[in-house]
């Protein structure tokens, strides 16, 4: 099972050493990069450099976004789920996801990005979410897959960013992290109970496996010889793992549970390598991947129009709220005068 543990060694070679050193703020910069270096924390009232400001604002936002459009596969089910307990439980996670994407919303904020102009981005398809959400969820083993692979994925991705250099970002994924660490376990527990049950059962399992085991392994980004972004954010202490690192990480901790599950993993080429004391894996589909990220899988115009509709319906709670806090503004300038 995933753990608590935060202490995930990093990556050799992580080093604070920004490309280049703007000709105004040499000793701005140094002072930030001694930060860096020495393993500290970047807070919202230091200085930073443009490209480090720009970056964590990307990546914050996306993750917000892939936390709010994540909640629509499984919302989907709240209504149809086969018990009170399921139930219970389904809507507790989805209102989770609810709740990281507002943190991270906030941590972006810090960074002096307008939430309006974010969600604007993610509702006009200019930003991008995660690429796992364009998939449907077709019954409930499908629930039980995201709870357990989809959100072991995500846990794993998400543990080395506590340790990130920007604070708080690192401190809101602390709280993220134990969520979506019983997330997972909720998940796994659903398809456990599903493969203890009816041969039509298992085979709903399996199938579900079978369809989101390689999107799984997509989520985390492109081969490291192909990810724009990587060396950079690792540099900067915001990456602390590699996506292919952390992929294989996934698959070596994701091996033994199927293998307890009784579930197979979908892949003719997943086999131990001793030398290597990993798993060796398959090729994952990449122009599946960017054809989905860019736009064009299965569910992306379906979920980004559920999302717009849920913003546009919500239109007269935010009105309310603000006709509020201008008449308790009103009433408090009233008594003070
Ligand atoms: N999907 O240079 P790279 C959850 C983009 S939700 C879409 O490697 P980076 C949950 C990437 O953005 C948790 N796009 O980028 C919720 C970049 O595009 P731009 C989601 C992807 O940023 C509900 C380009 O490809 N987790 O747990 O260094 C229910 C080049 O990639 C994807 C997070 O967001 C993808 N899979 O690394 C259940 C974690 N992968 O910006 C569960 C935070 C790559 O140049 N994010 N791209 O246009 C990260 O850790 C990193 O941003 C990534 C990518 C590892 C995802």
Known sequence: MYTQSFNVPDSPGLKAVPD???????????????RIEADGKIEPQDWMPEGYRKTLVRQISQHAHSEVVGMLPEGNWITRAPSLKRKAILIAKVQDEGGHGLYLYSAAETLGASRGDLIDALHSGRAKYSSIFNYPAL???????????????????????????????????????????????????????MMRGTAEQRAMVQDAVNRFWWKCLAMFGPPDKDSAHSEQAMRWGIKRISNDDLRQKFIDATV?????????????????????????????????????????????????ATRVKAHNDG???????????????????????
């Open 20 to 34: 280049t050193v703007p000709a105004e703020n040499p000793e701005l910069l140094s002072r930030f990069d001694a």
């Open 139 to 193: 019954n409930w083993a499908d629930v039980g897959v995201i709870g357990g692979l989809v959100d072991g994925a995500a846990i794993m991705n998400q543990i080395p960013l506590c340790r990130c250099s920007y604070g708080p970002y690192a401190r809101a994924m602390i709280r993220v992290c134990k969520e979506e660490s019983f997330h997972q376990r909720q998940g796994y527990e659903a398809l456990l109970v």
């Open 256 to 304: 033994p549970q199927a293998k307890v599950l009784g579930v197979t993993l979908p892949d003719p080429d997943l086999k131990w390598n001793e030398e290597r004391q990993h798993y060796d894996h398959g090729e994952i589909d990449w122009d599946e991947f960017w054809a989905t990220v860019n736009g064009n899988g299965p569910c992306n115009r379906e979920r980004l």
């Open 315 to 337: 239109q007269w709670v935010r009105d309310a709220a603000i006709a509020y806090s201008l008449k308790q503004q009103a009433k408090a300038s009233k008594e003070a005068a």
